[in-house]
Every structure is written in C-alpha cells, then in structure tokens.
C-alpha cells in the first residue's frame, strides 16, 4: 500500500502525549502547494514538550528496530495465528494486514449471514474479551484488534487463546 494521506497519532507518542500529524504524499503536497510553500499547521500545533517525546519515541522505535520486528516477525505471526480463528463456528471470516485484524461474528458460517439484532453478538463477545483481559473491539458484530508493536509472539499466542475462550462464552450467551 502506498497511501497519498496517513494519519499519525498513537504511535507518534506512543500514547505518552497526546499529538497527532498527517503525513501527506508529493502528489498530494503538490496540489495543496501555494506560493510554492506547503503551508499549513495552526497556533496550538507542535508543542515543544509534545514534538521532544516524539522525537524521543521515533529514536527508540528505530533504535530498537520495532518497526522491522513487527514488519517481518510478529506482523506475520499474528496473521499467521488470527487467521486460525476462521475455523470457530461462529467467525464467517477473519481478516488483518500488518498488526491490526478483524473477524466476523456471523449466525450461519456457511451463508456468512449477520445476526437480526446487529451488535448484539458484538457487545456481548467484547464484554467476554474484557472480563478475560483481552482488549477487542465491536463494530457492530465485526471483532478488531490492534495491539502494540512490542507484543511478542507468546502474547500473540495468548491474545489467541483469550479470543478463542471469549468466542466460546459468546457462542454459549447467543444459544
């Protein structure tokens, strides 16, 4: 993927201050361009404590080669390892690129059909992740992860048994 805009903020910081940036591509720049500046940015952007901590997390991130670690290790792995949830009778379809996946609660794996109260299934399976310490999200009945870049593949196997248990318990709740 080569994306003309990217939105930059969790990672910027690494959550420790809140700041955020779009990064934007030439082709993009070039029509935004005036007086042949980019102009852009507003009085309350780029505060010098907020701009030092991620000048600080960018040294680490690179310094510790995170980026590359979940680029070819735990990225794949966690693809890897996500995609056997696709065998649970109640995912239709489990989805992911990089270190950010998805999965979908459905009624008849075989039609992929959602279930008539839609985000119920949802609710009820993000409430099991929470009460089992596994942080995922519900849109509607759609299941999303985004852990950090530093999780190791042991985490990675525990993420996946903590999803596989909160399926079971929501798979109970909805019979």
Partial sequence: MQPDLMSLAKGITSGYLPLGAVMVSDKVAEVIKTSGEFNHGFTYSGHPTAAAVALA?????????????????????????????????????????????????????????????????????????????????????????????VISEQEIDELIEKAWKSLDQTAKALT
């Fill in 57 to 149: 997390n960018i040294e680490i991130l690179q310094k510790e080669a995170i980026i590359e670690q979940a680029g070819t290790i735990t990225g794949p792995y966690l693809q890897q390892r996500w995609s056997e949830l696709a065998a649970y009778p109640l995912v239709g379809e489990t989805r992911g690129a990089g270190m950010v996946a998805a999965l979908e609660i459905t009624n008849d794996k075989s039609r992929r059909t959602r279930f008539d109260d839609k985000g119920t299934a949802g609710t009820l399976c993000r409430d099991f992740c929470f009460n089992n310490g596994l942080v995922m999200r519900a849109v509607g009945d759609t299941m999303i992860i985004s852990p950090p870049l």
